[in-house]
């Protein structure tokens, strides 16, 4: 099967180096364009400074300022991030994109895939546990079993800490 958009999504980790090289090179091999796509889970940190907001009777109005601030800086760092990541996907001659969503990864992955049509979405799958997948929610495991595409799992290891 010949694939002419690939999706490969990447978070901000030692794997998404590994990726980036498993996309370019199957985008080279299949003359195909590739998204680099990453995705800022919304922070309920956010929600939080809401509600301490209500409750002390804080301006309302300039914490969903600064919130707006904050989420606006995060994806501008966010998109120059992935500008990097396809320098040596440019120097090959792939047609490249990025898109940086705010939200919940999986979903949006799923999302921004289909609207561009893509027909494989290129992404990491960590070892970090089933109970660690049921508590938390894995990405991955959403786009396997959501996704109108091919879905490339490319197994990385969790970054040490």
């Not at 010949?2 to 080279?28: E, F, G, H, P, Q």
């Not at 804080?58 to 600064?66: E, F, G, L, N, P």
């Amino acid at each position: 099967m010949a694939y002419k958009k690939i999706v490969v999504a990447v978070d901000v980790n030692d794997a998404s180096l590994t990726l980036m090289d498993t996309s370019i090179d199957l985008a080279v091999k299949e003359g195909a364009e590739l998204a680099v796509f990453h995705c800022l889970r919304q922070s309920t940190a956010a929600e939080f400074e809401d509600r301490i907001g209500t409750f002390t009777e804080m301006d309302q109005a300039s914490s969903h300022k600064k919130r707006l601030g904050r989420k606006d800086a995060q994806v501008m760092h966010a998109e120059a991030w992935l500008q990097g990541l396809c320098i040596h996907a440019k120097g090959k001659g792939i047609k490249v994109r990025t898109h940086v969503a705010v939200g919940i990864p999986g979903e949006d992955i799923v999302e921004f895939a289909d609207d561009w049509g893509a027909d494989l979405i290129v992404l990491g799958r960590t070892n970090r546990g089933v109970l660690a997948d049921l508590l938390l929610g894995s990405a991955s495991n959403h786009v396997v079993h959501h996704a109108q595409c091919s879905v490339l799992l490319v197994h990385t290891k969790p970054m040490s800490g």
